[in-house]
């Protein structure tokens, strides 16, 4: 089976669901990860909000199924928060709301439609800061999670974990850069061990490790298939710096001090590693291999779908439109020859592999807690 191409909807923070969904038929992709952001949440940077969590219900489910059938896309929906660290309030409320997703998941009908719920993991720095930090995140993972897990297990859905460190999310003053537990593949594999069960899983976004001077394709070599169920489609080009080097992050220090020692220093989290985010056959360039990227995944049988994140910053970040429908077709085309059959019409994805969603018909079931499931 060819493997499809779906866009993050993050791209398209500022469109309604109609209009992104015209936007994805533009581009010629074949299904969006919706993004599902709380709108009252604490993340400032690339969020999105793409269906109504707070009064969903089968109604809401067999519309949206409806509506993706007629446009020929399929679908998975998460949000991206820190859910065992940070503000204790906040971090309860990040949990309750990864628990509405998979309701809503649920009603649209879960693994059985392949509508996946994506997160983050987080990081908790309190803990963090002891000997045996990691340790004790991990342990405060395993906590949090299993009882989500297992109540996804029973809804039918499988969640899924994303490896960015998140390395702009405290501020510059920070030493560490890590604040994302799945950032890492030994932290993933750590917790398959810990929640054995196997409904949780990973999108895996080979950016990440390349500004971590990490070869994703040795990462997917050692990653176990049957957790692997997304590629996020976006790179990074990794600038030198002979100032600060490429293995720790840079520091926020006072401005005096930058300008009489000629040196940079960070003014803004997220520009610490010396890199730009890029998408694939869009202007930059980037650095990573995308041929033997895709050919070691179709080696070990990766089936899923490549979904086009678009933080690029010759397209997303440029707020324009324009480039941000420019640079998601770029990567289609730059990815289409190492998919897809050549036909007549070139590279393109066979639509006869296309298979609509269900209209699964699900019967409303009640919000639950945190305090619920713990109960």
Request: hydrophobic content about 35%; aromatic content about 10%; some cysteine.
């Amino acid at each position: 089976m060819a493997n499809p191409i779906w866009i993050m909807t993050s791209a398209f923070d500022q469109l309604n669901l109609e209009q992104t969904i015209s936007k994805a038929n533009e581009i010629g992709v074949q299904g969006l990860d919706l993004c599902v952001f709380r709108r009252d949440g604490t993340r400032d940077d690339f969020v999105a909000t793409h269906l109504d969590y707070e009064s969903f219900g089968p109604e809401d489910a067999h519309r949206i199924i409806e509506q993706f059938n007629q446009a020929s896309l399929r679908l998975s929906i998460g949000a991206f928060e820190n859910l065992i660290g940070g503000d204790p309030i906040q971090r309860v409320k990040n949990q309750n709301h990864l628990l509405r997703l998979i309701r809503m998941a649920h009603l649209l009908g879960g693994d059985e439609n392949d509508v996946k719920v994506g997160t983050f993991v987080g990081y908790n720095h309190e803990l963090g800061n002891q000997e045996g930090g990691f340790e004790k995140n991990l342990l405060e993972y395993q906590k949090i999670f299993s009882p989500i897990i297992q109540y996804a297990a029973d809804l039918g859905v499988s969640i899924l974990y994303e490896n960015c460190p998140m390395e702009g999310w405290r501020s510059s003053g920070q030493f560490s850069t890590y604040n994302n537990l799945p950032g890492v593949l030994a932290a993933r594999k750590l917790m398959y061990e810990l929640i054995p069960a196997k409904n949780h899983g990973e999108i895996y976004d080979p950016s990440h490790d390349i500004w971590q001077h990490t070869d994703p394709v040795e990462v997917i070599k050692n990653t176990d298939l049957s957790r692997l169920k997304r590629i996020h489609v976006k790179s990074t080009r990794n600038n030198p710096d002979p100032f600060w080097g490429n293995m720790y992050p840079m520091h926020q220090i006072p401005e005096d001090w930058a300008k009489k020692a000629g040196i940079p220093s960070s003014t803004n989290p997220w520009d610490r590693h010396h890199y730009e985010a890029t998408l694939p056959g869009f202007g930059l360039g980037d650095h990573l291999d995308w041929r033997a990227f895709v050919n070691v995944l179709k080696e070990k049988g990766f089936s899923g779908p490549f979904e086009i994140e678009n933080e690029a910053v010759l397209s997303k970040q440029t707020g324009k439109m324009g480039a941000i429908v420019q640079g998601c077709k770029a990567a289609v085309q730059n990815l289409a020859p190492l998919l897809y059959e050549l036909t007549n019409e070139g590279w393109v994805y066979p639509q006869a592999e296309y298979q609509a969603l269900k209209d699964v018909n699900r019967k409303d079931i009640p919000l639950v807690t945190m305090e619920d499931l713990q109960a």
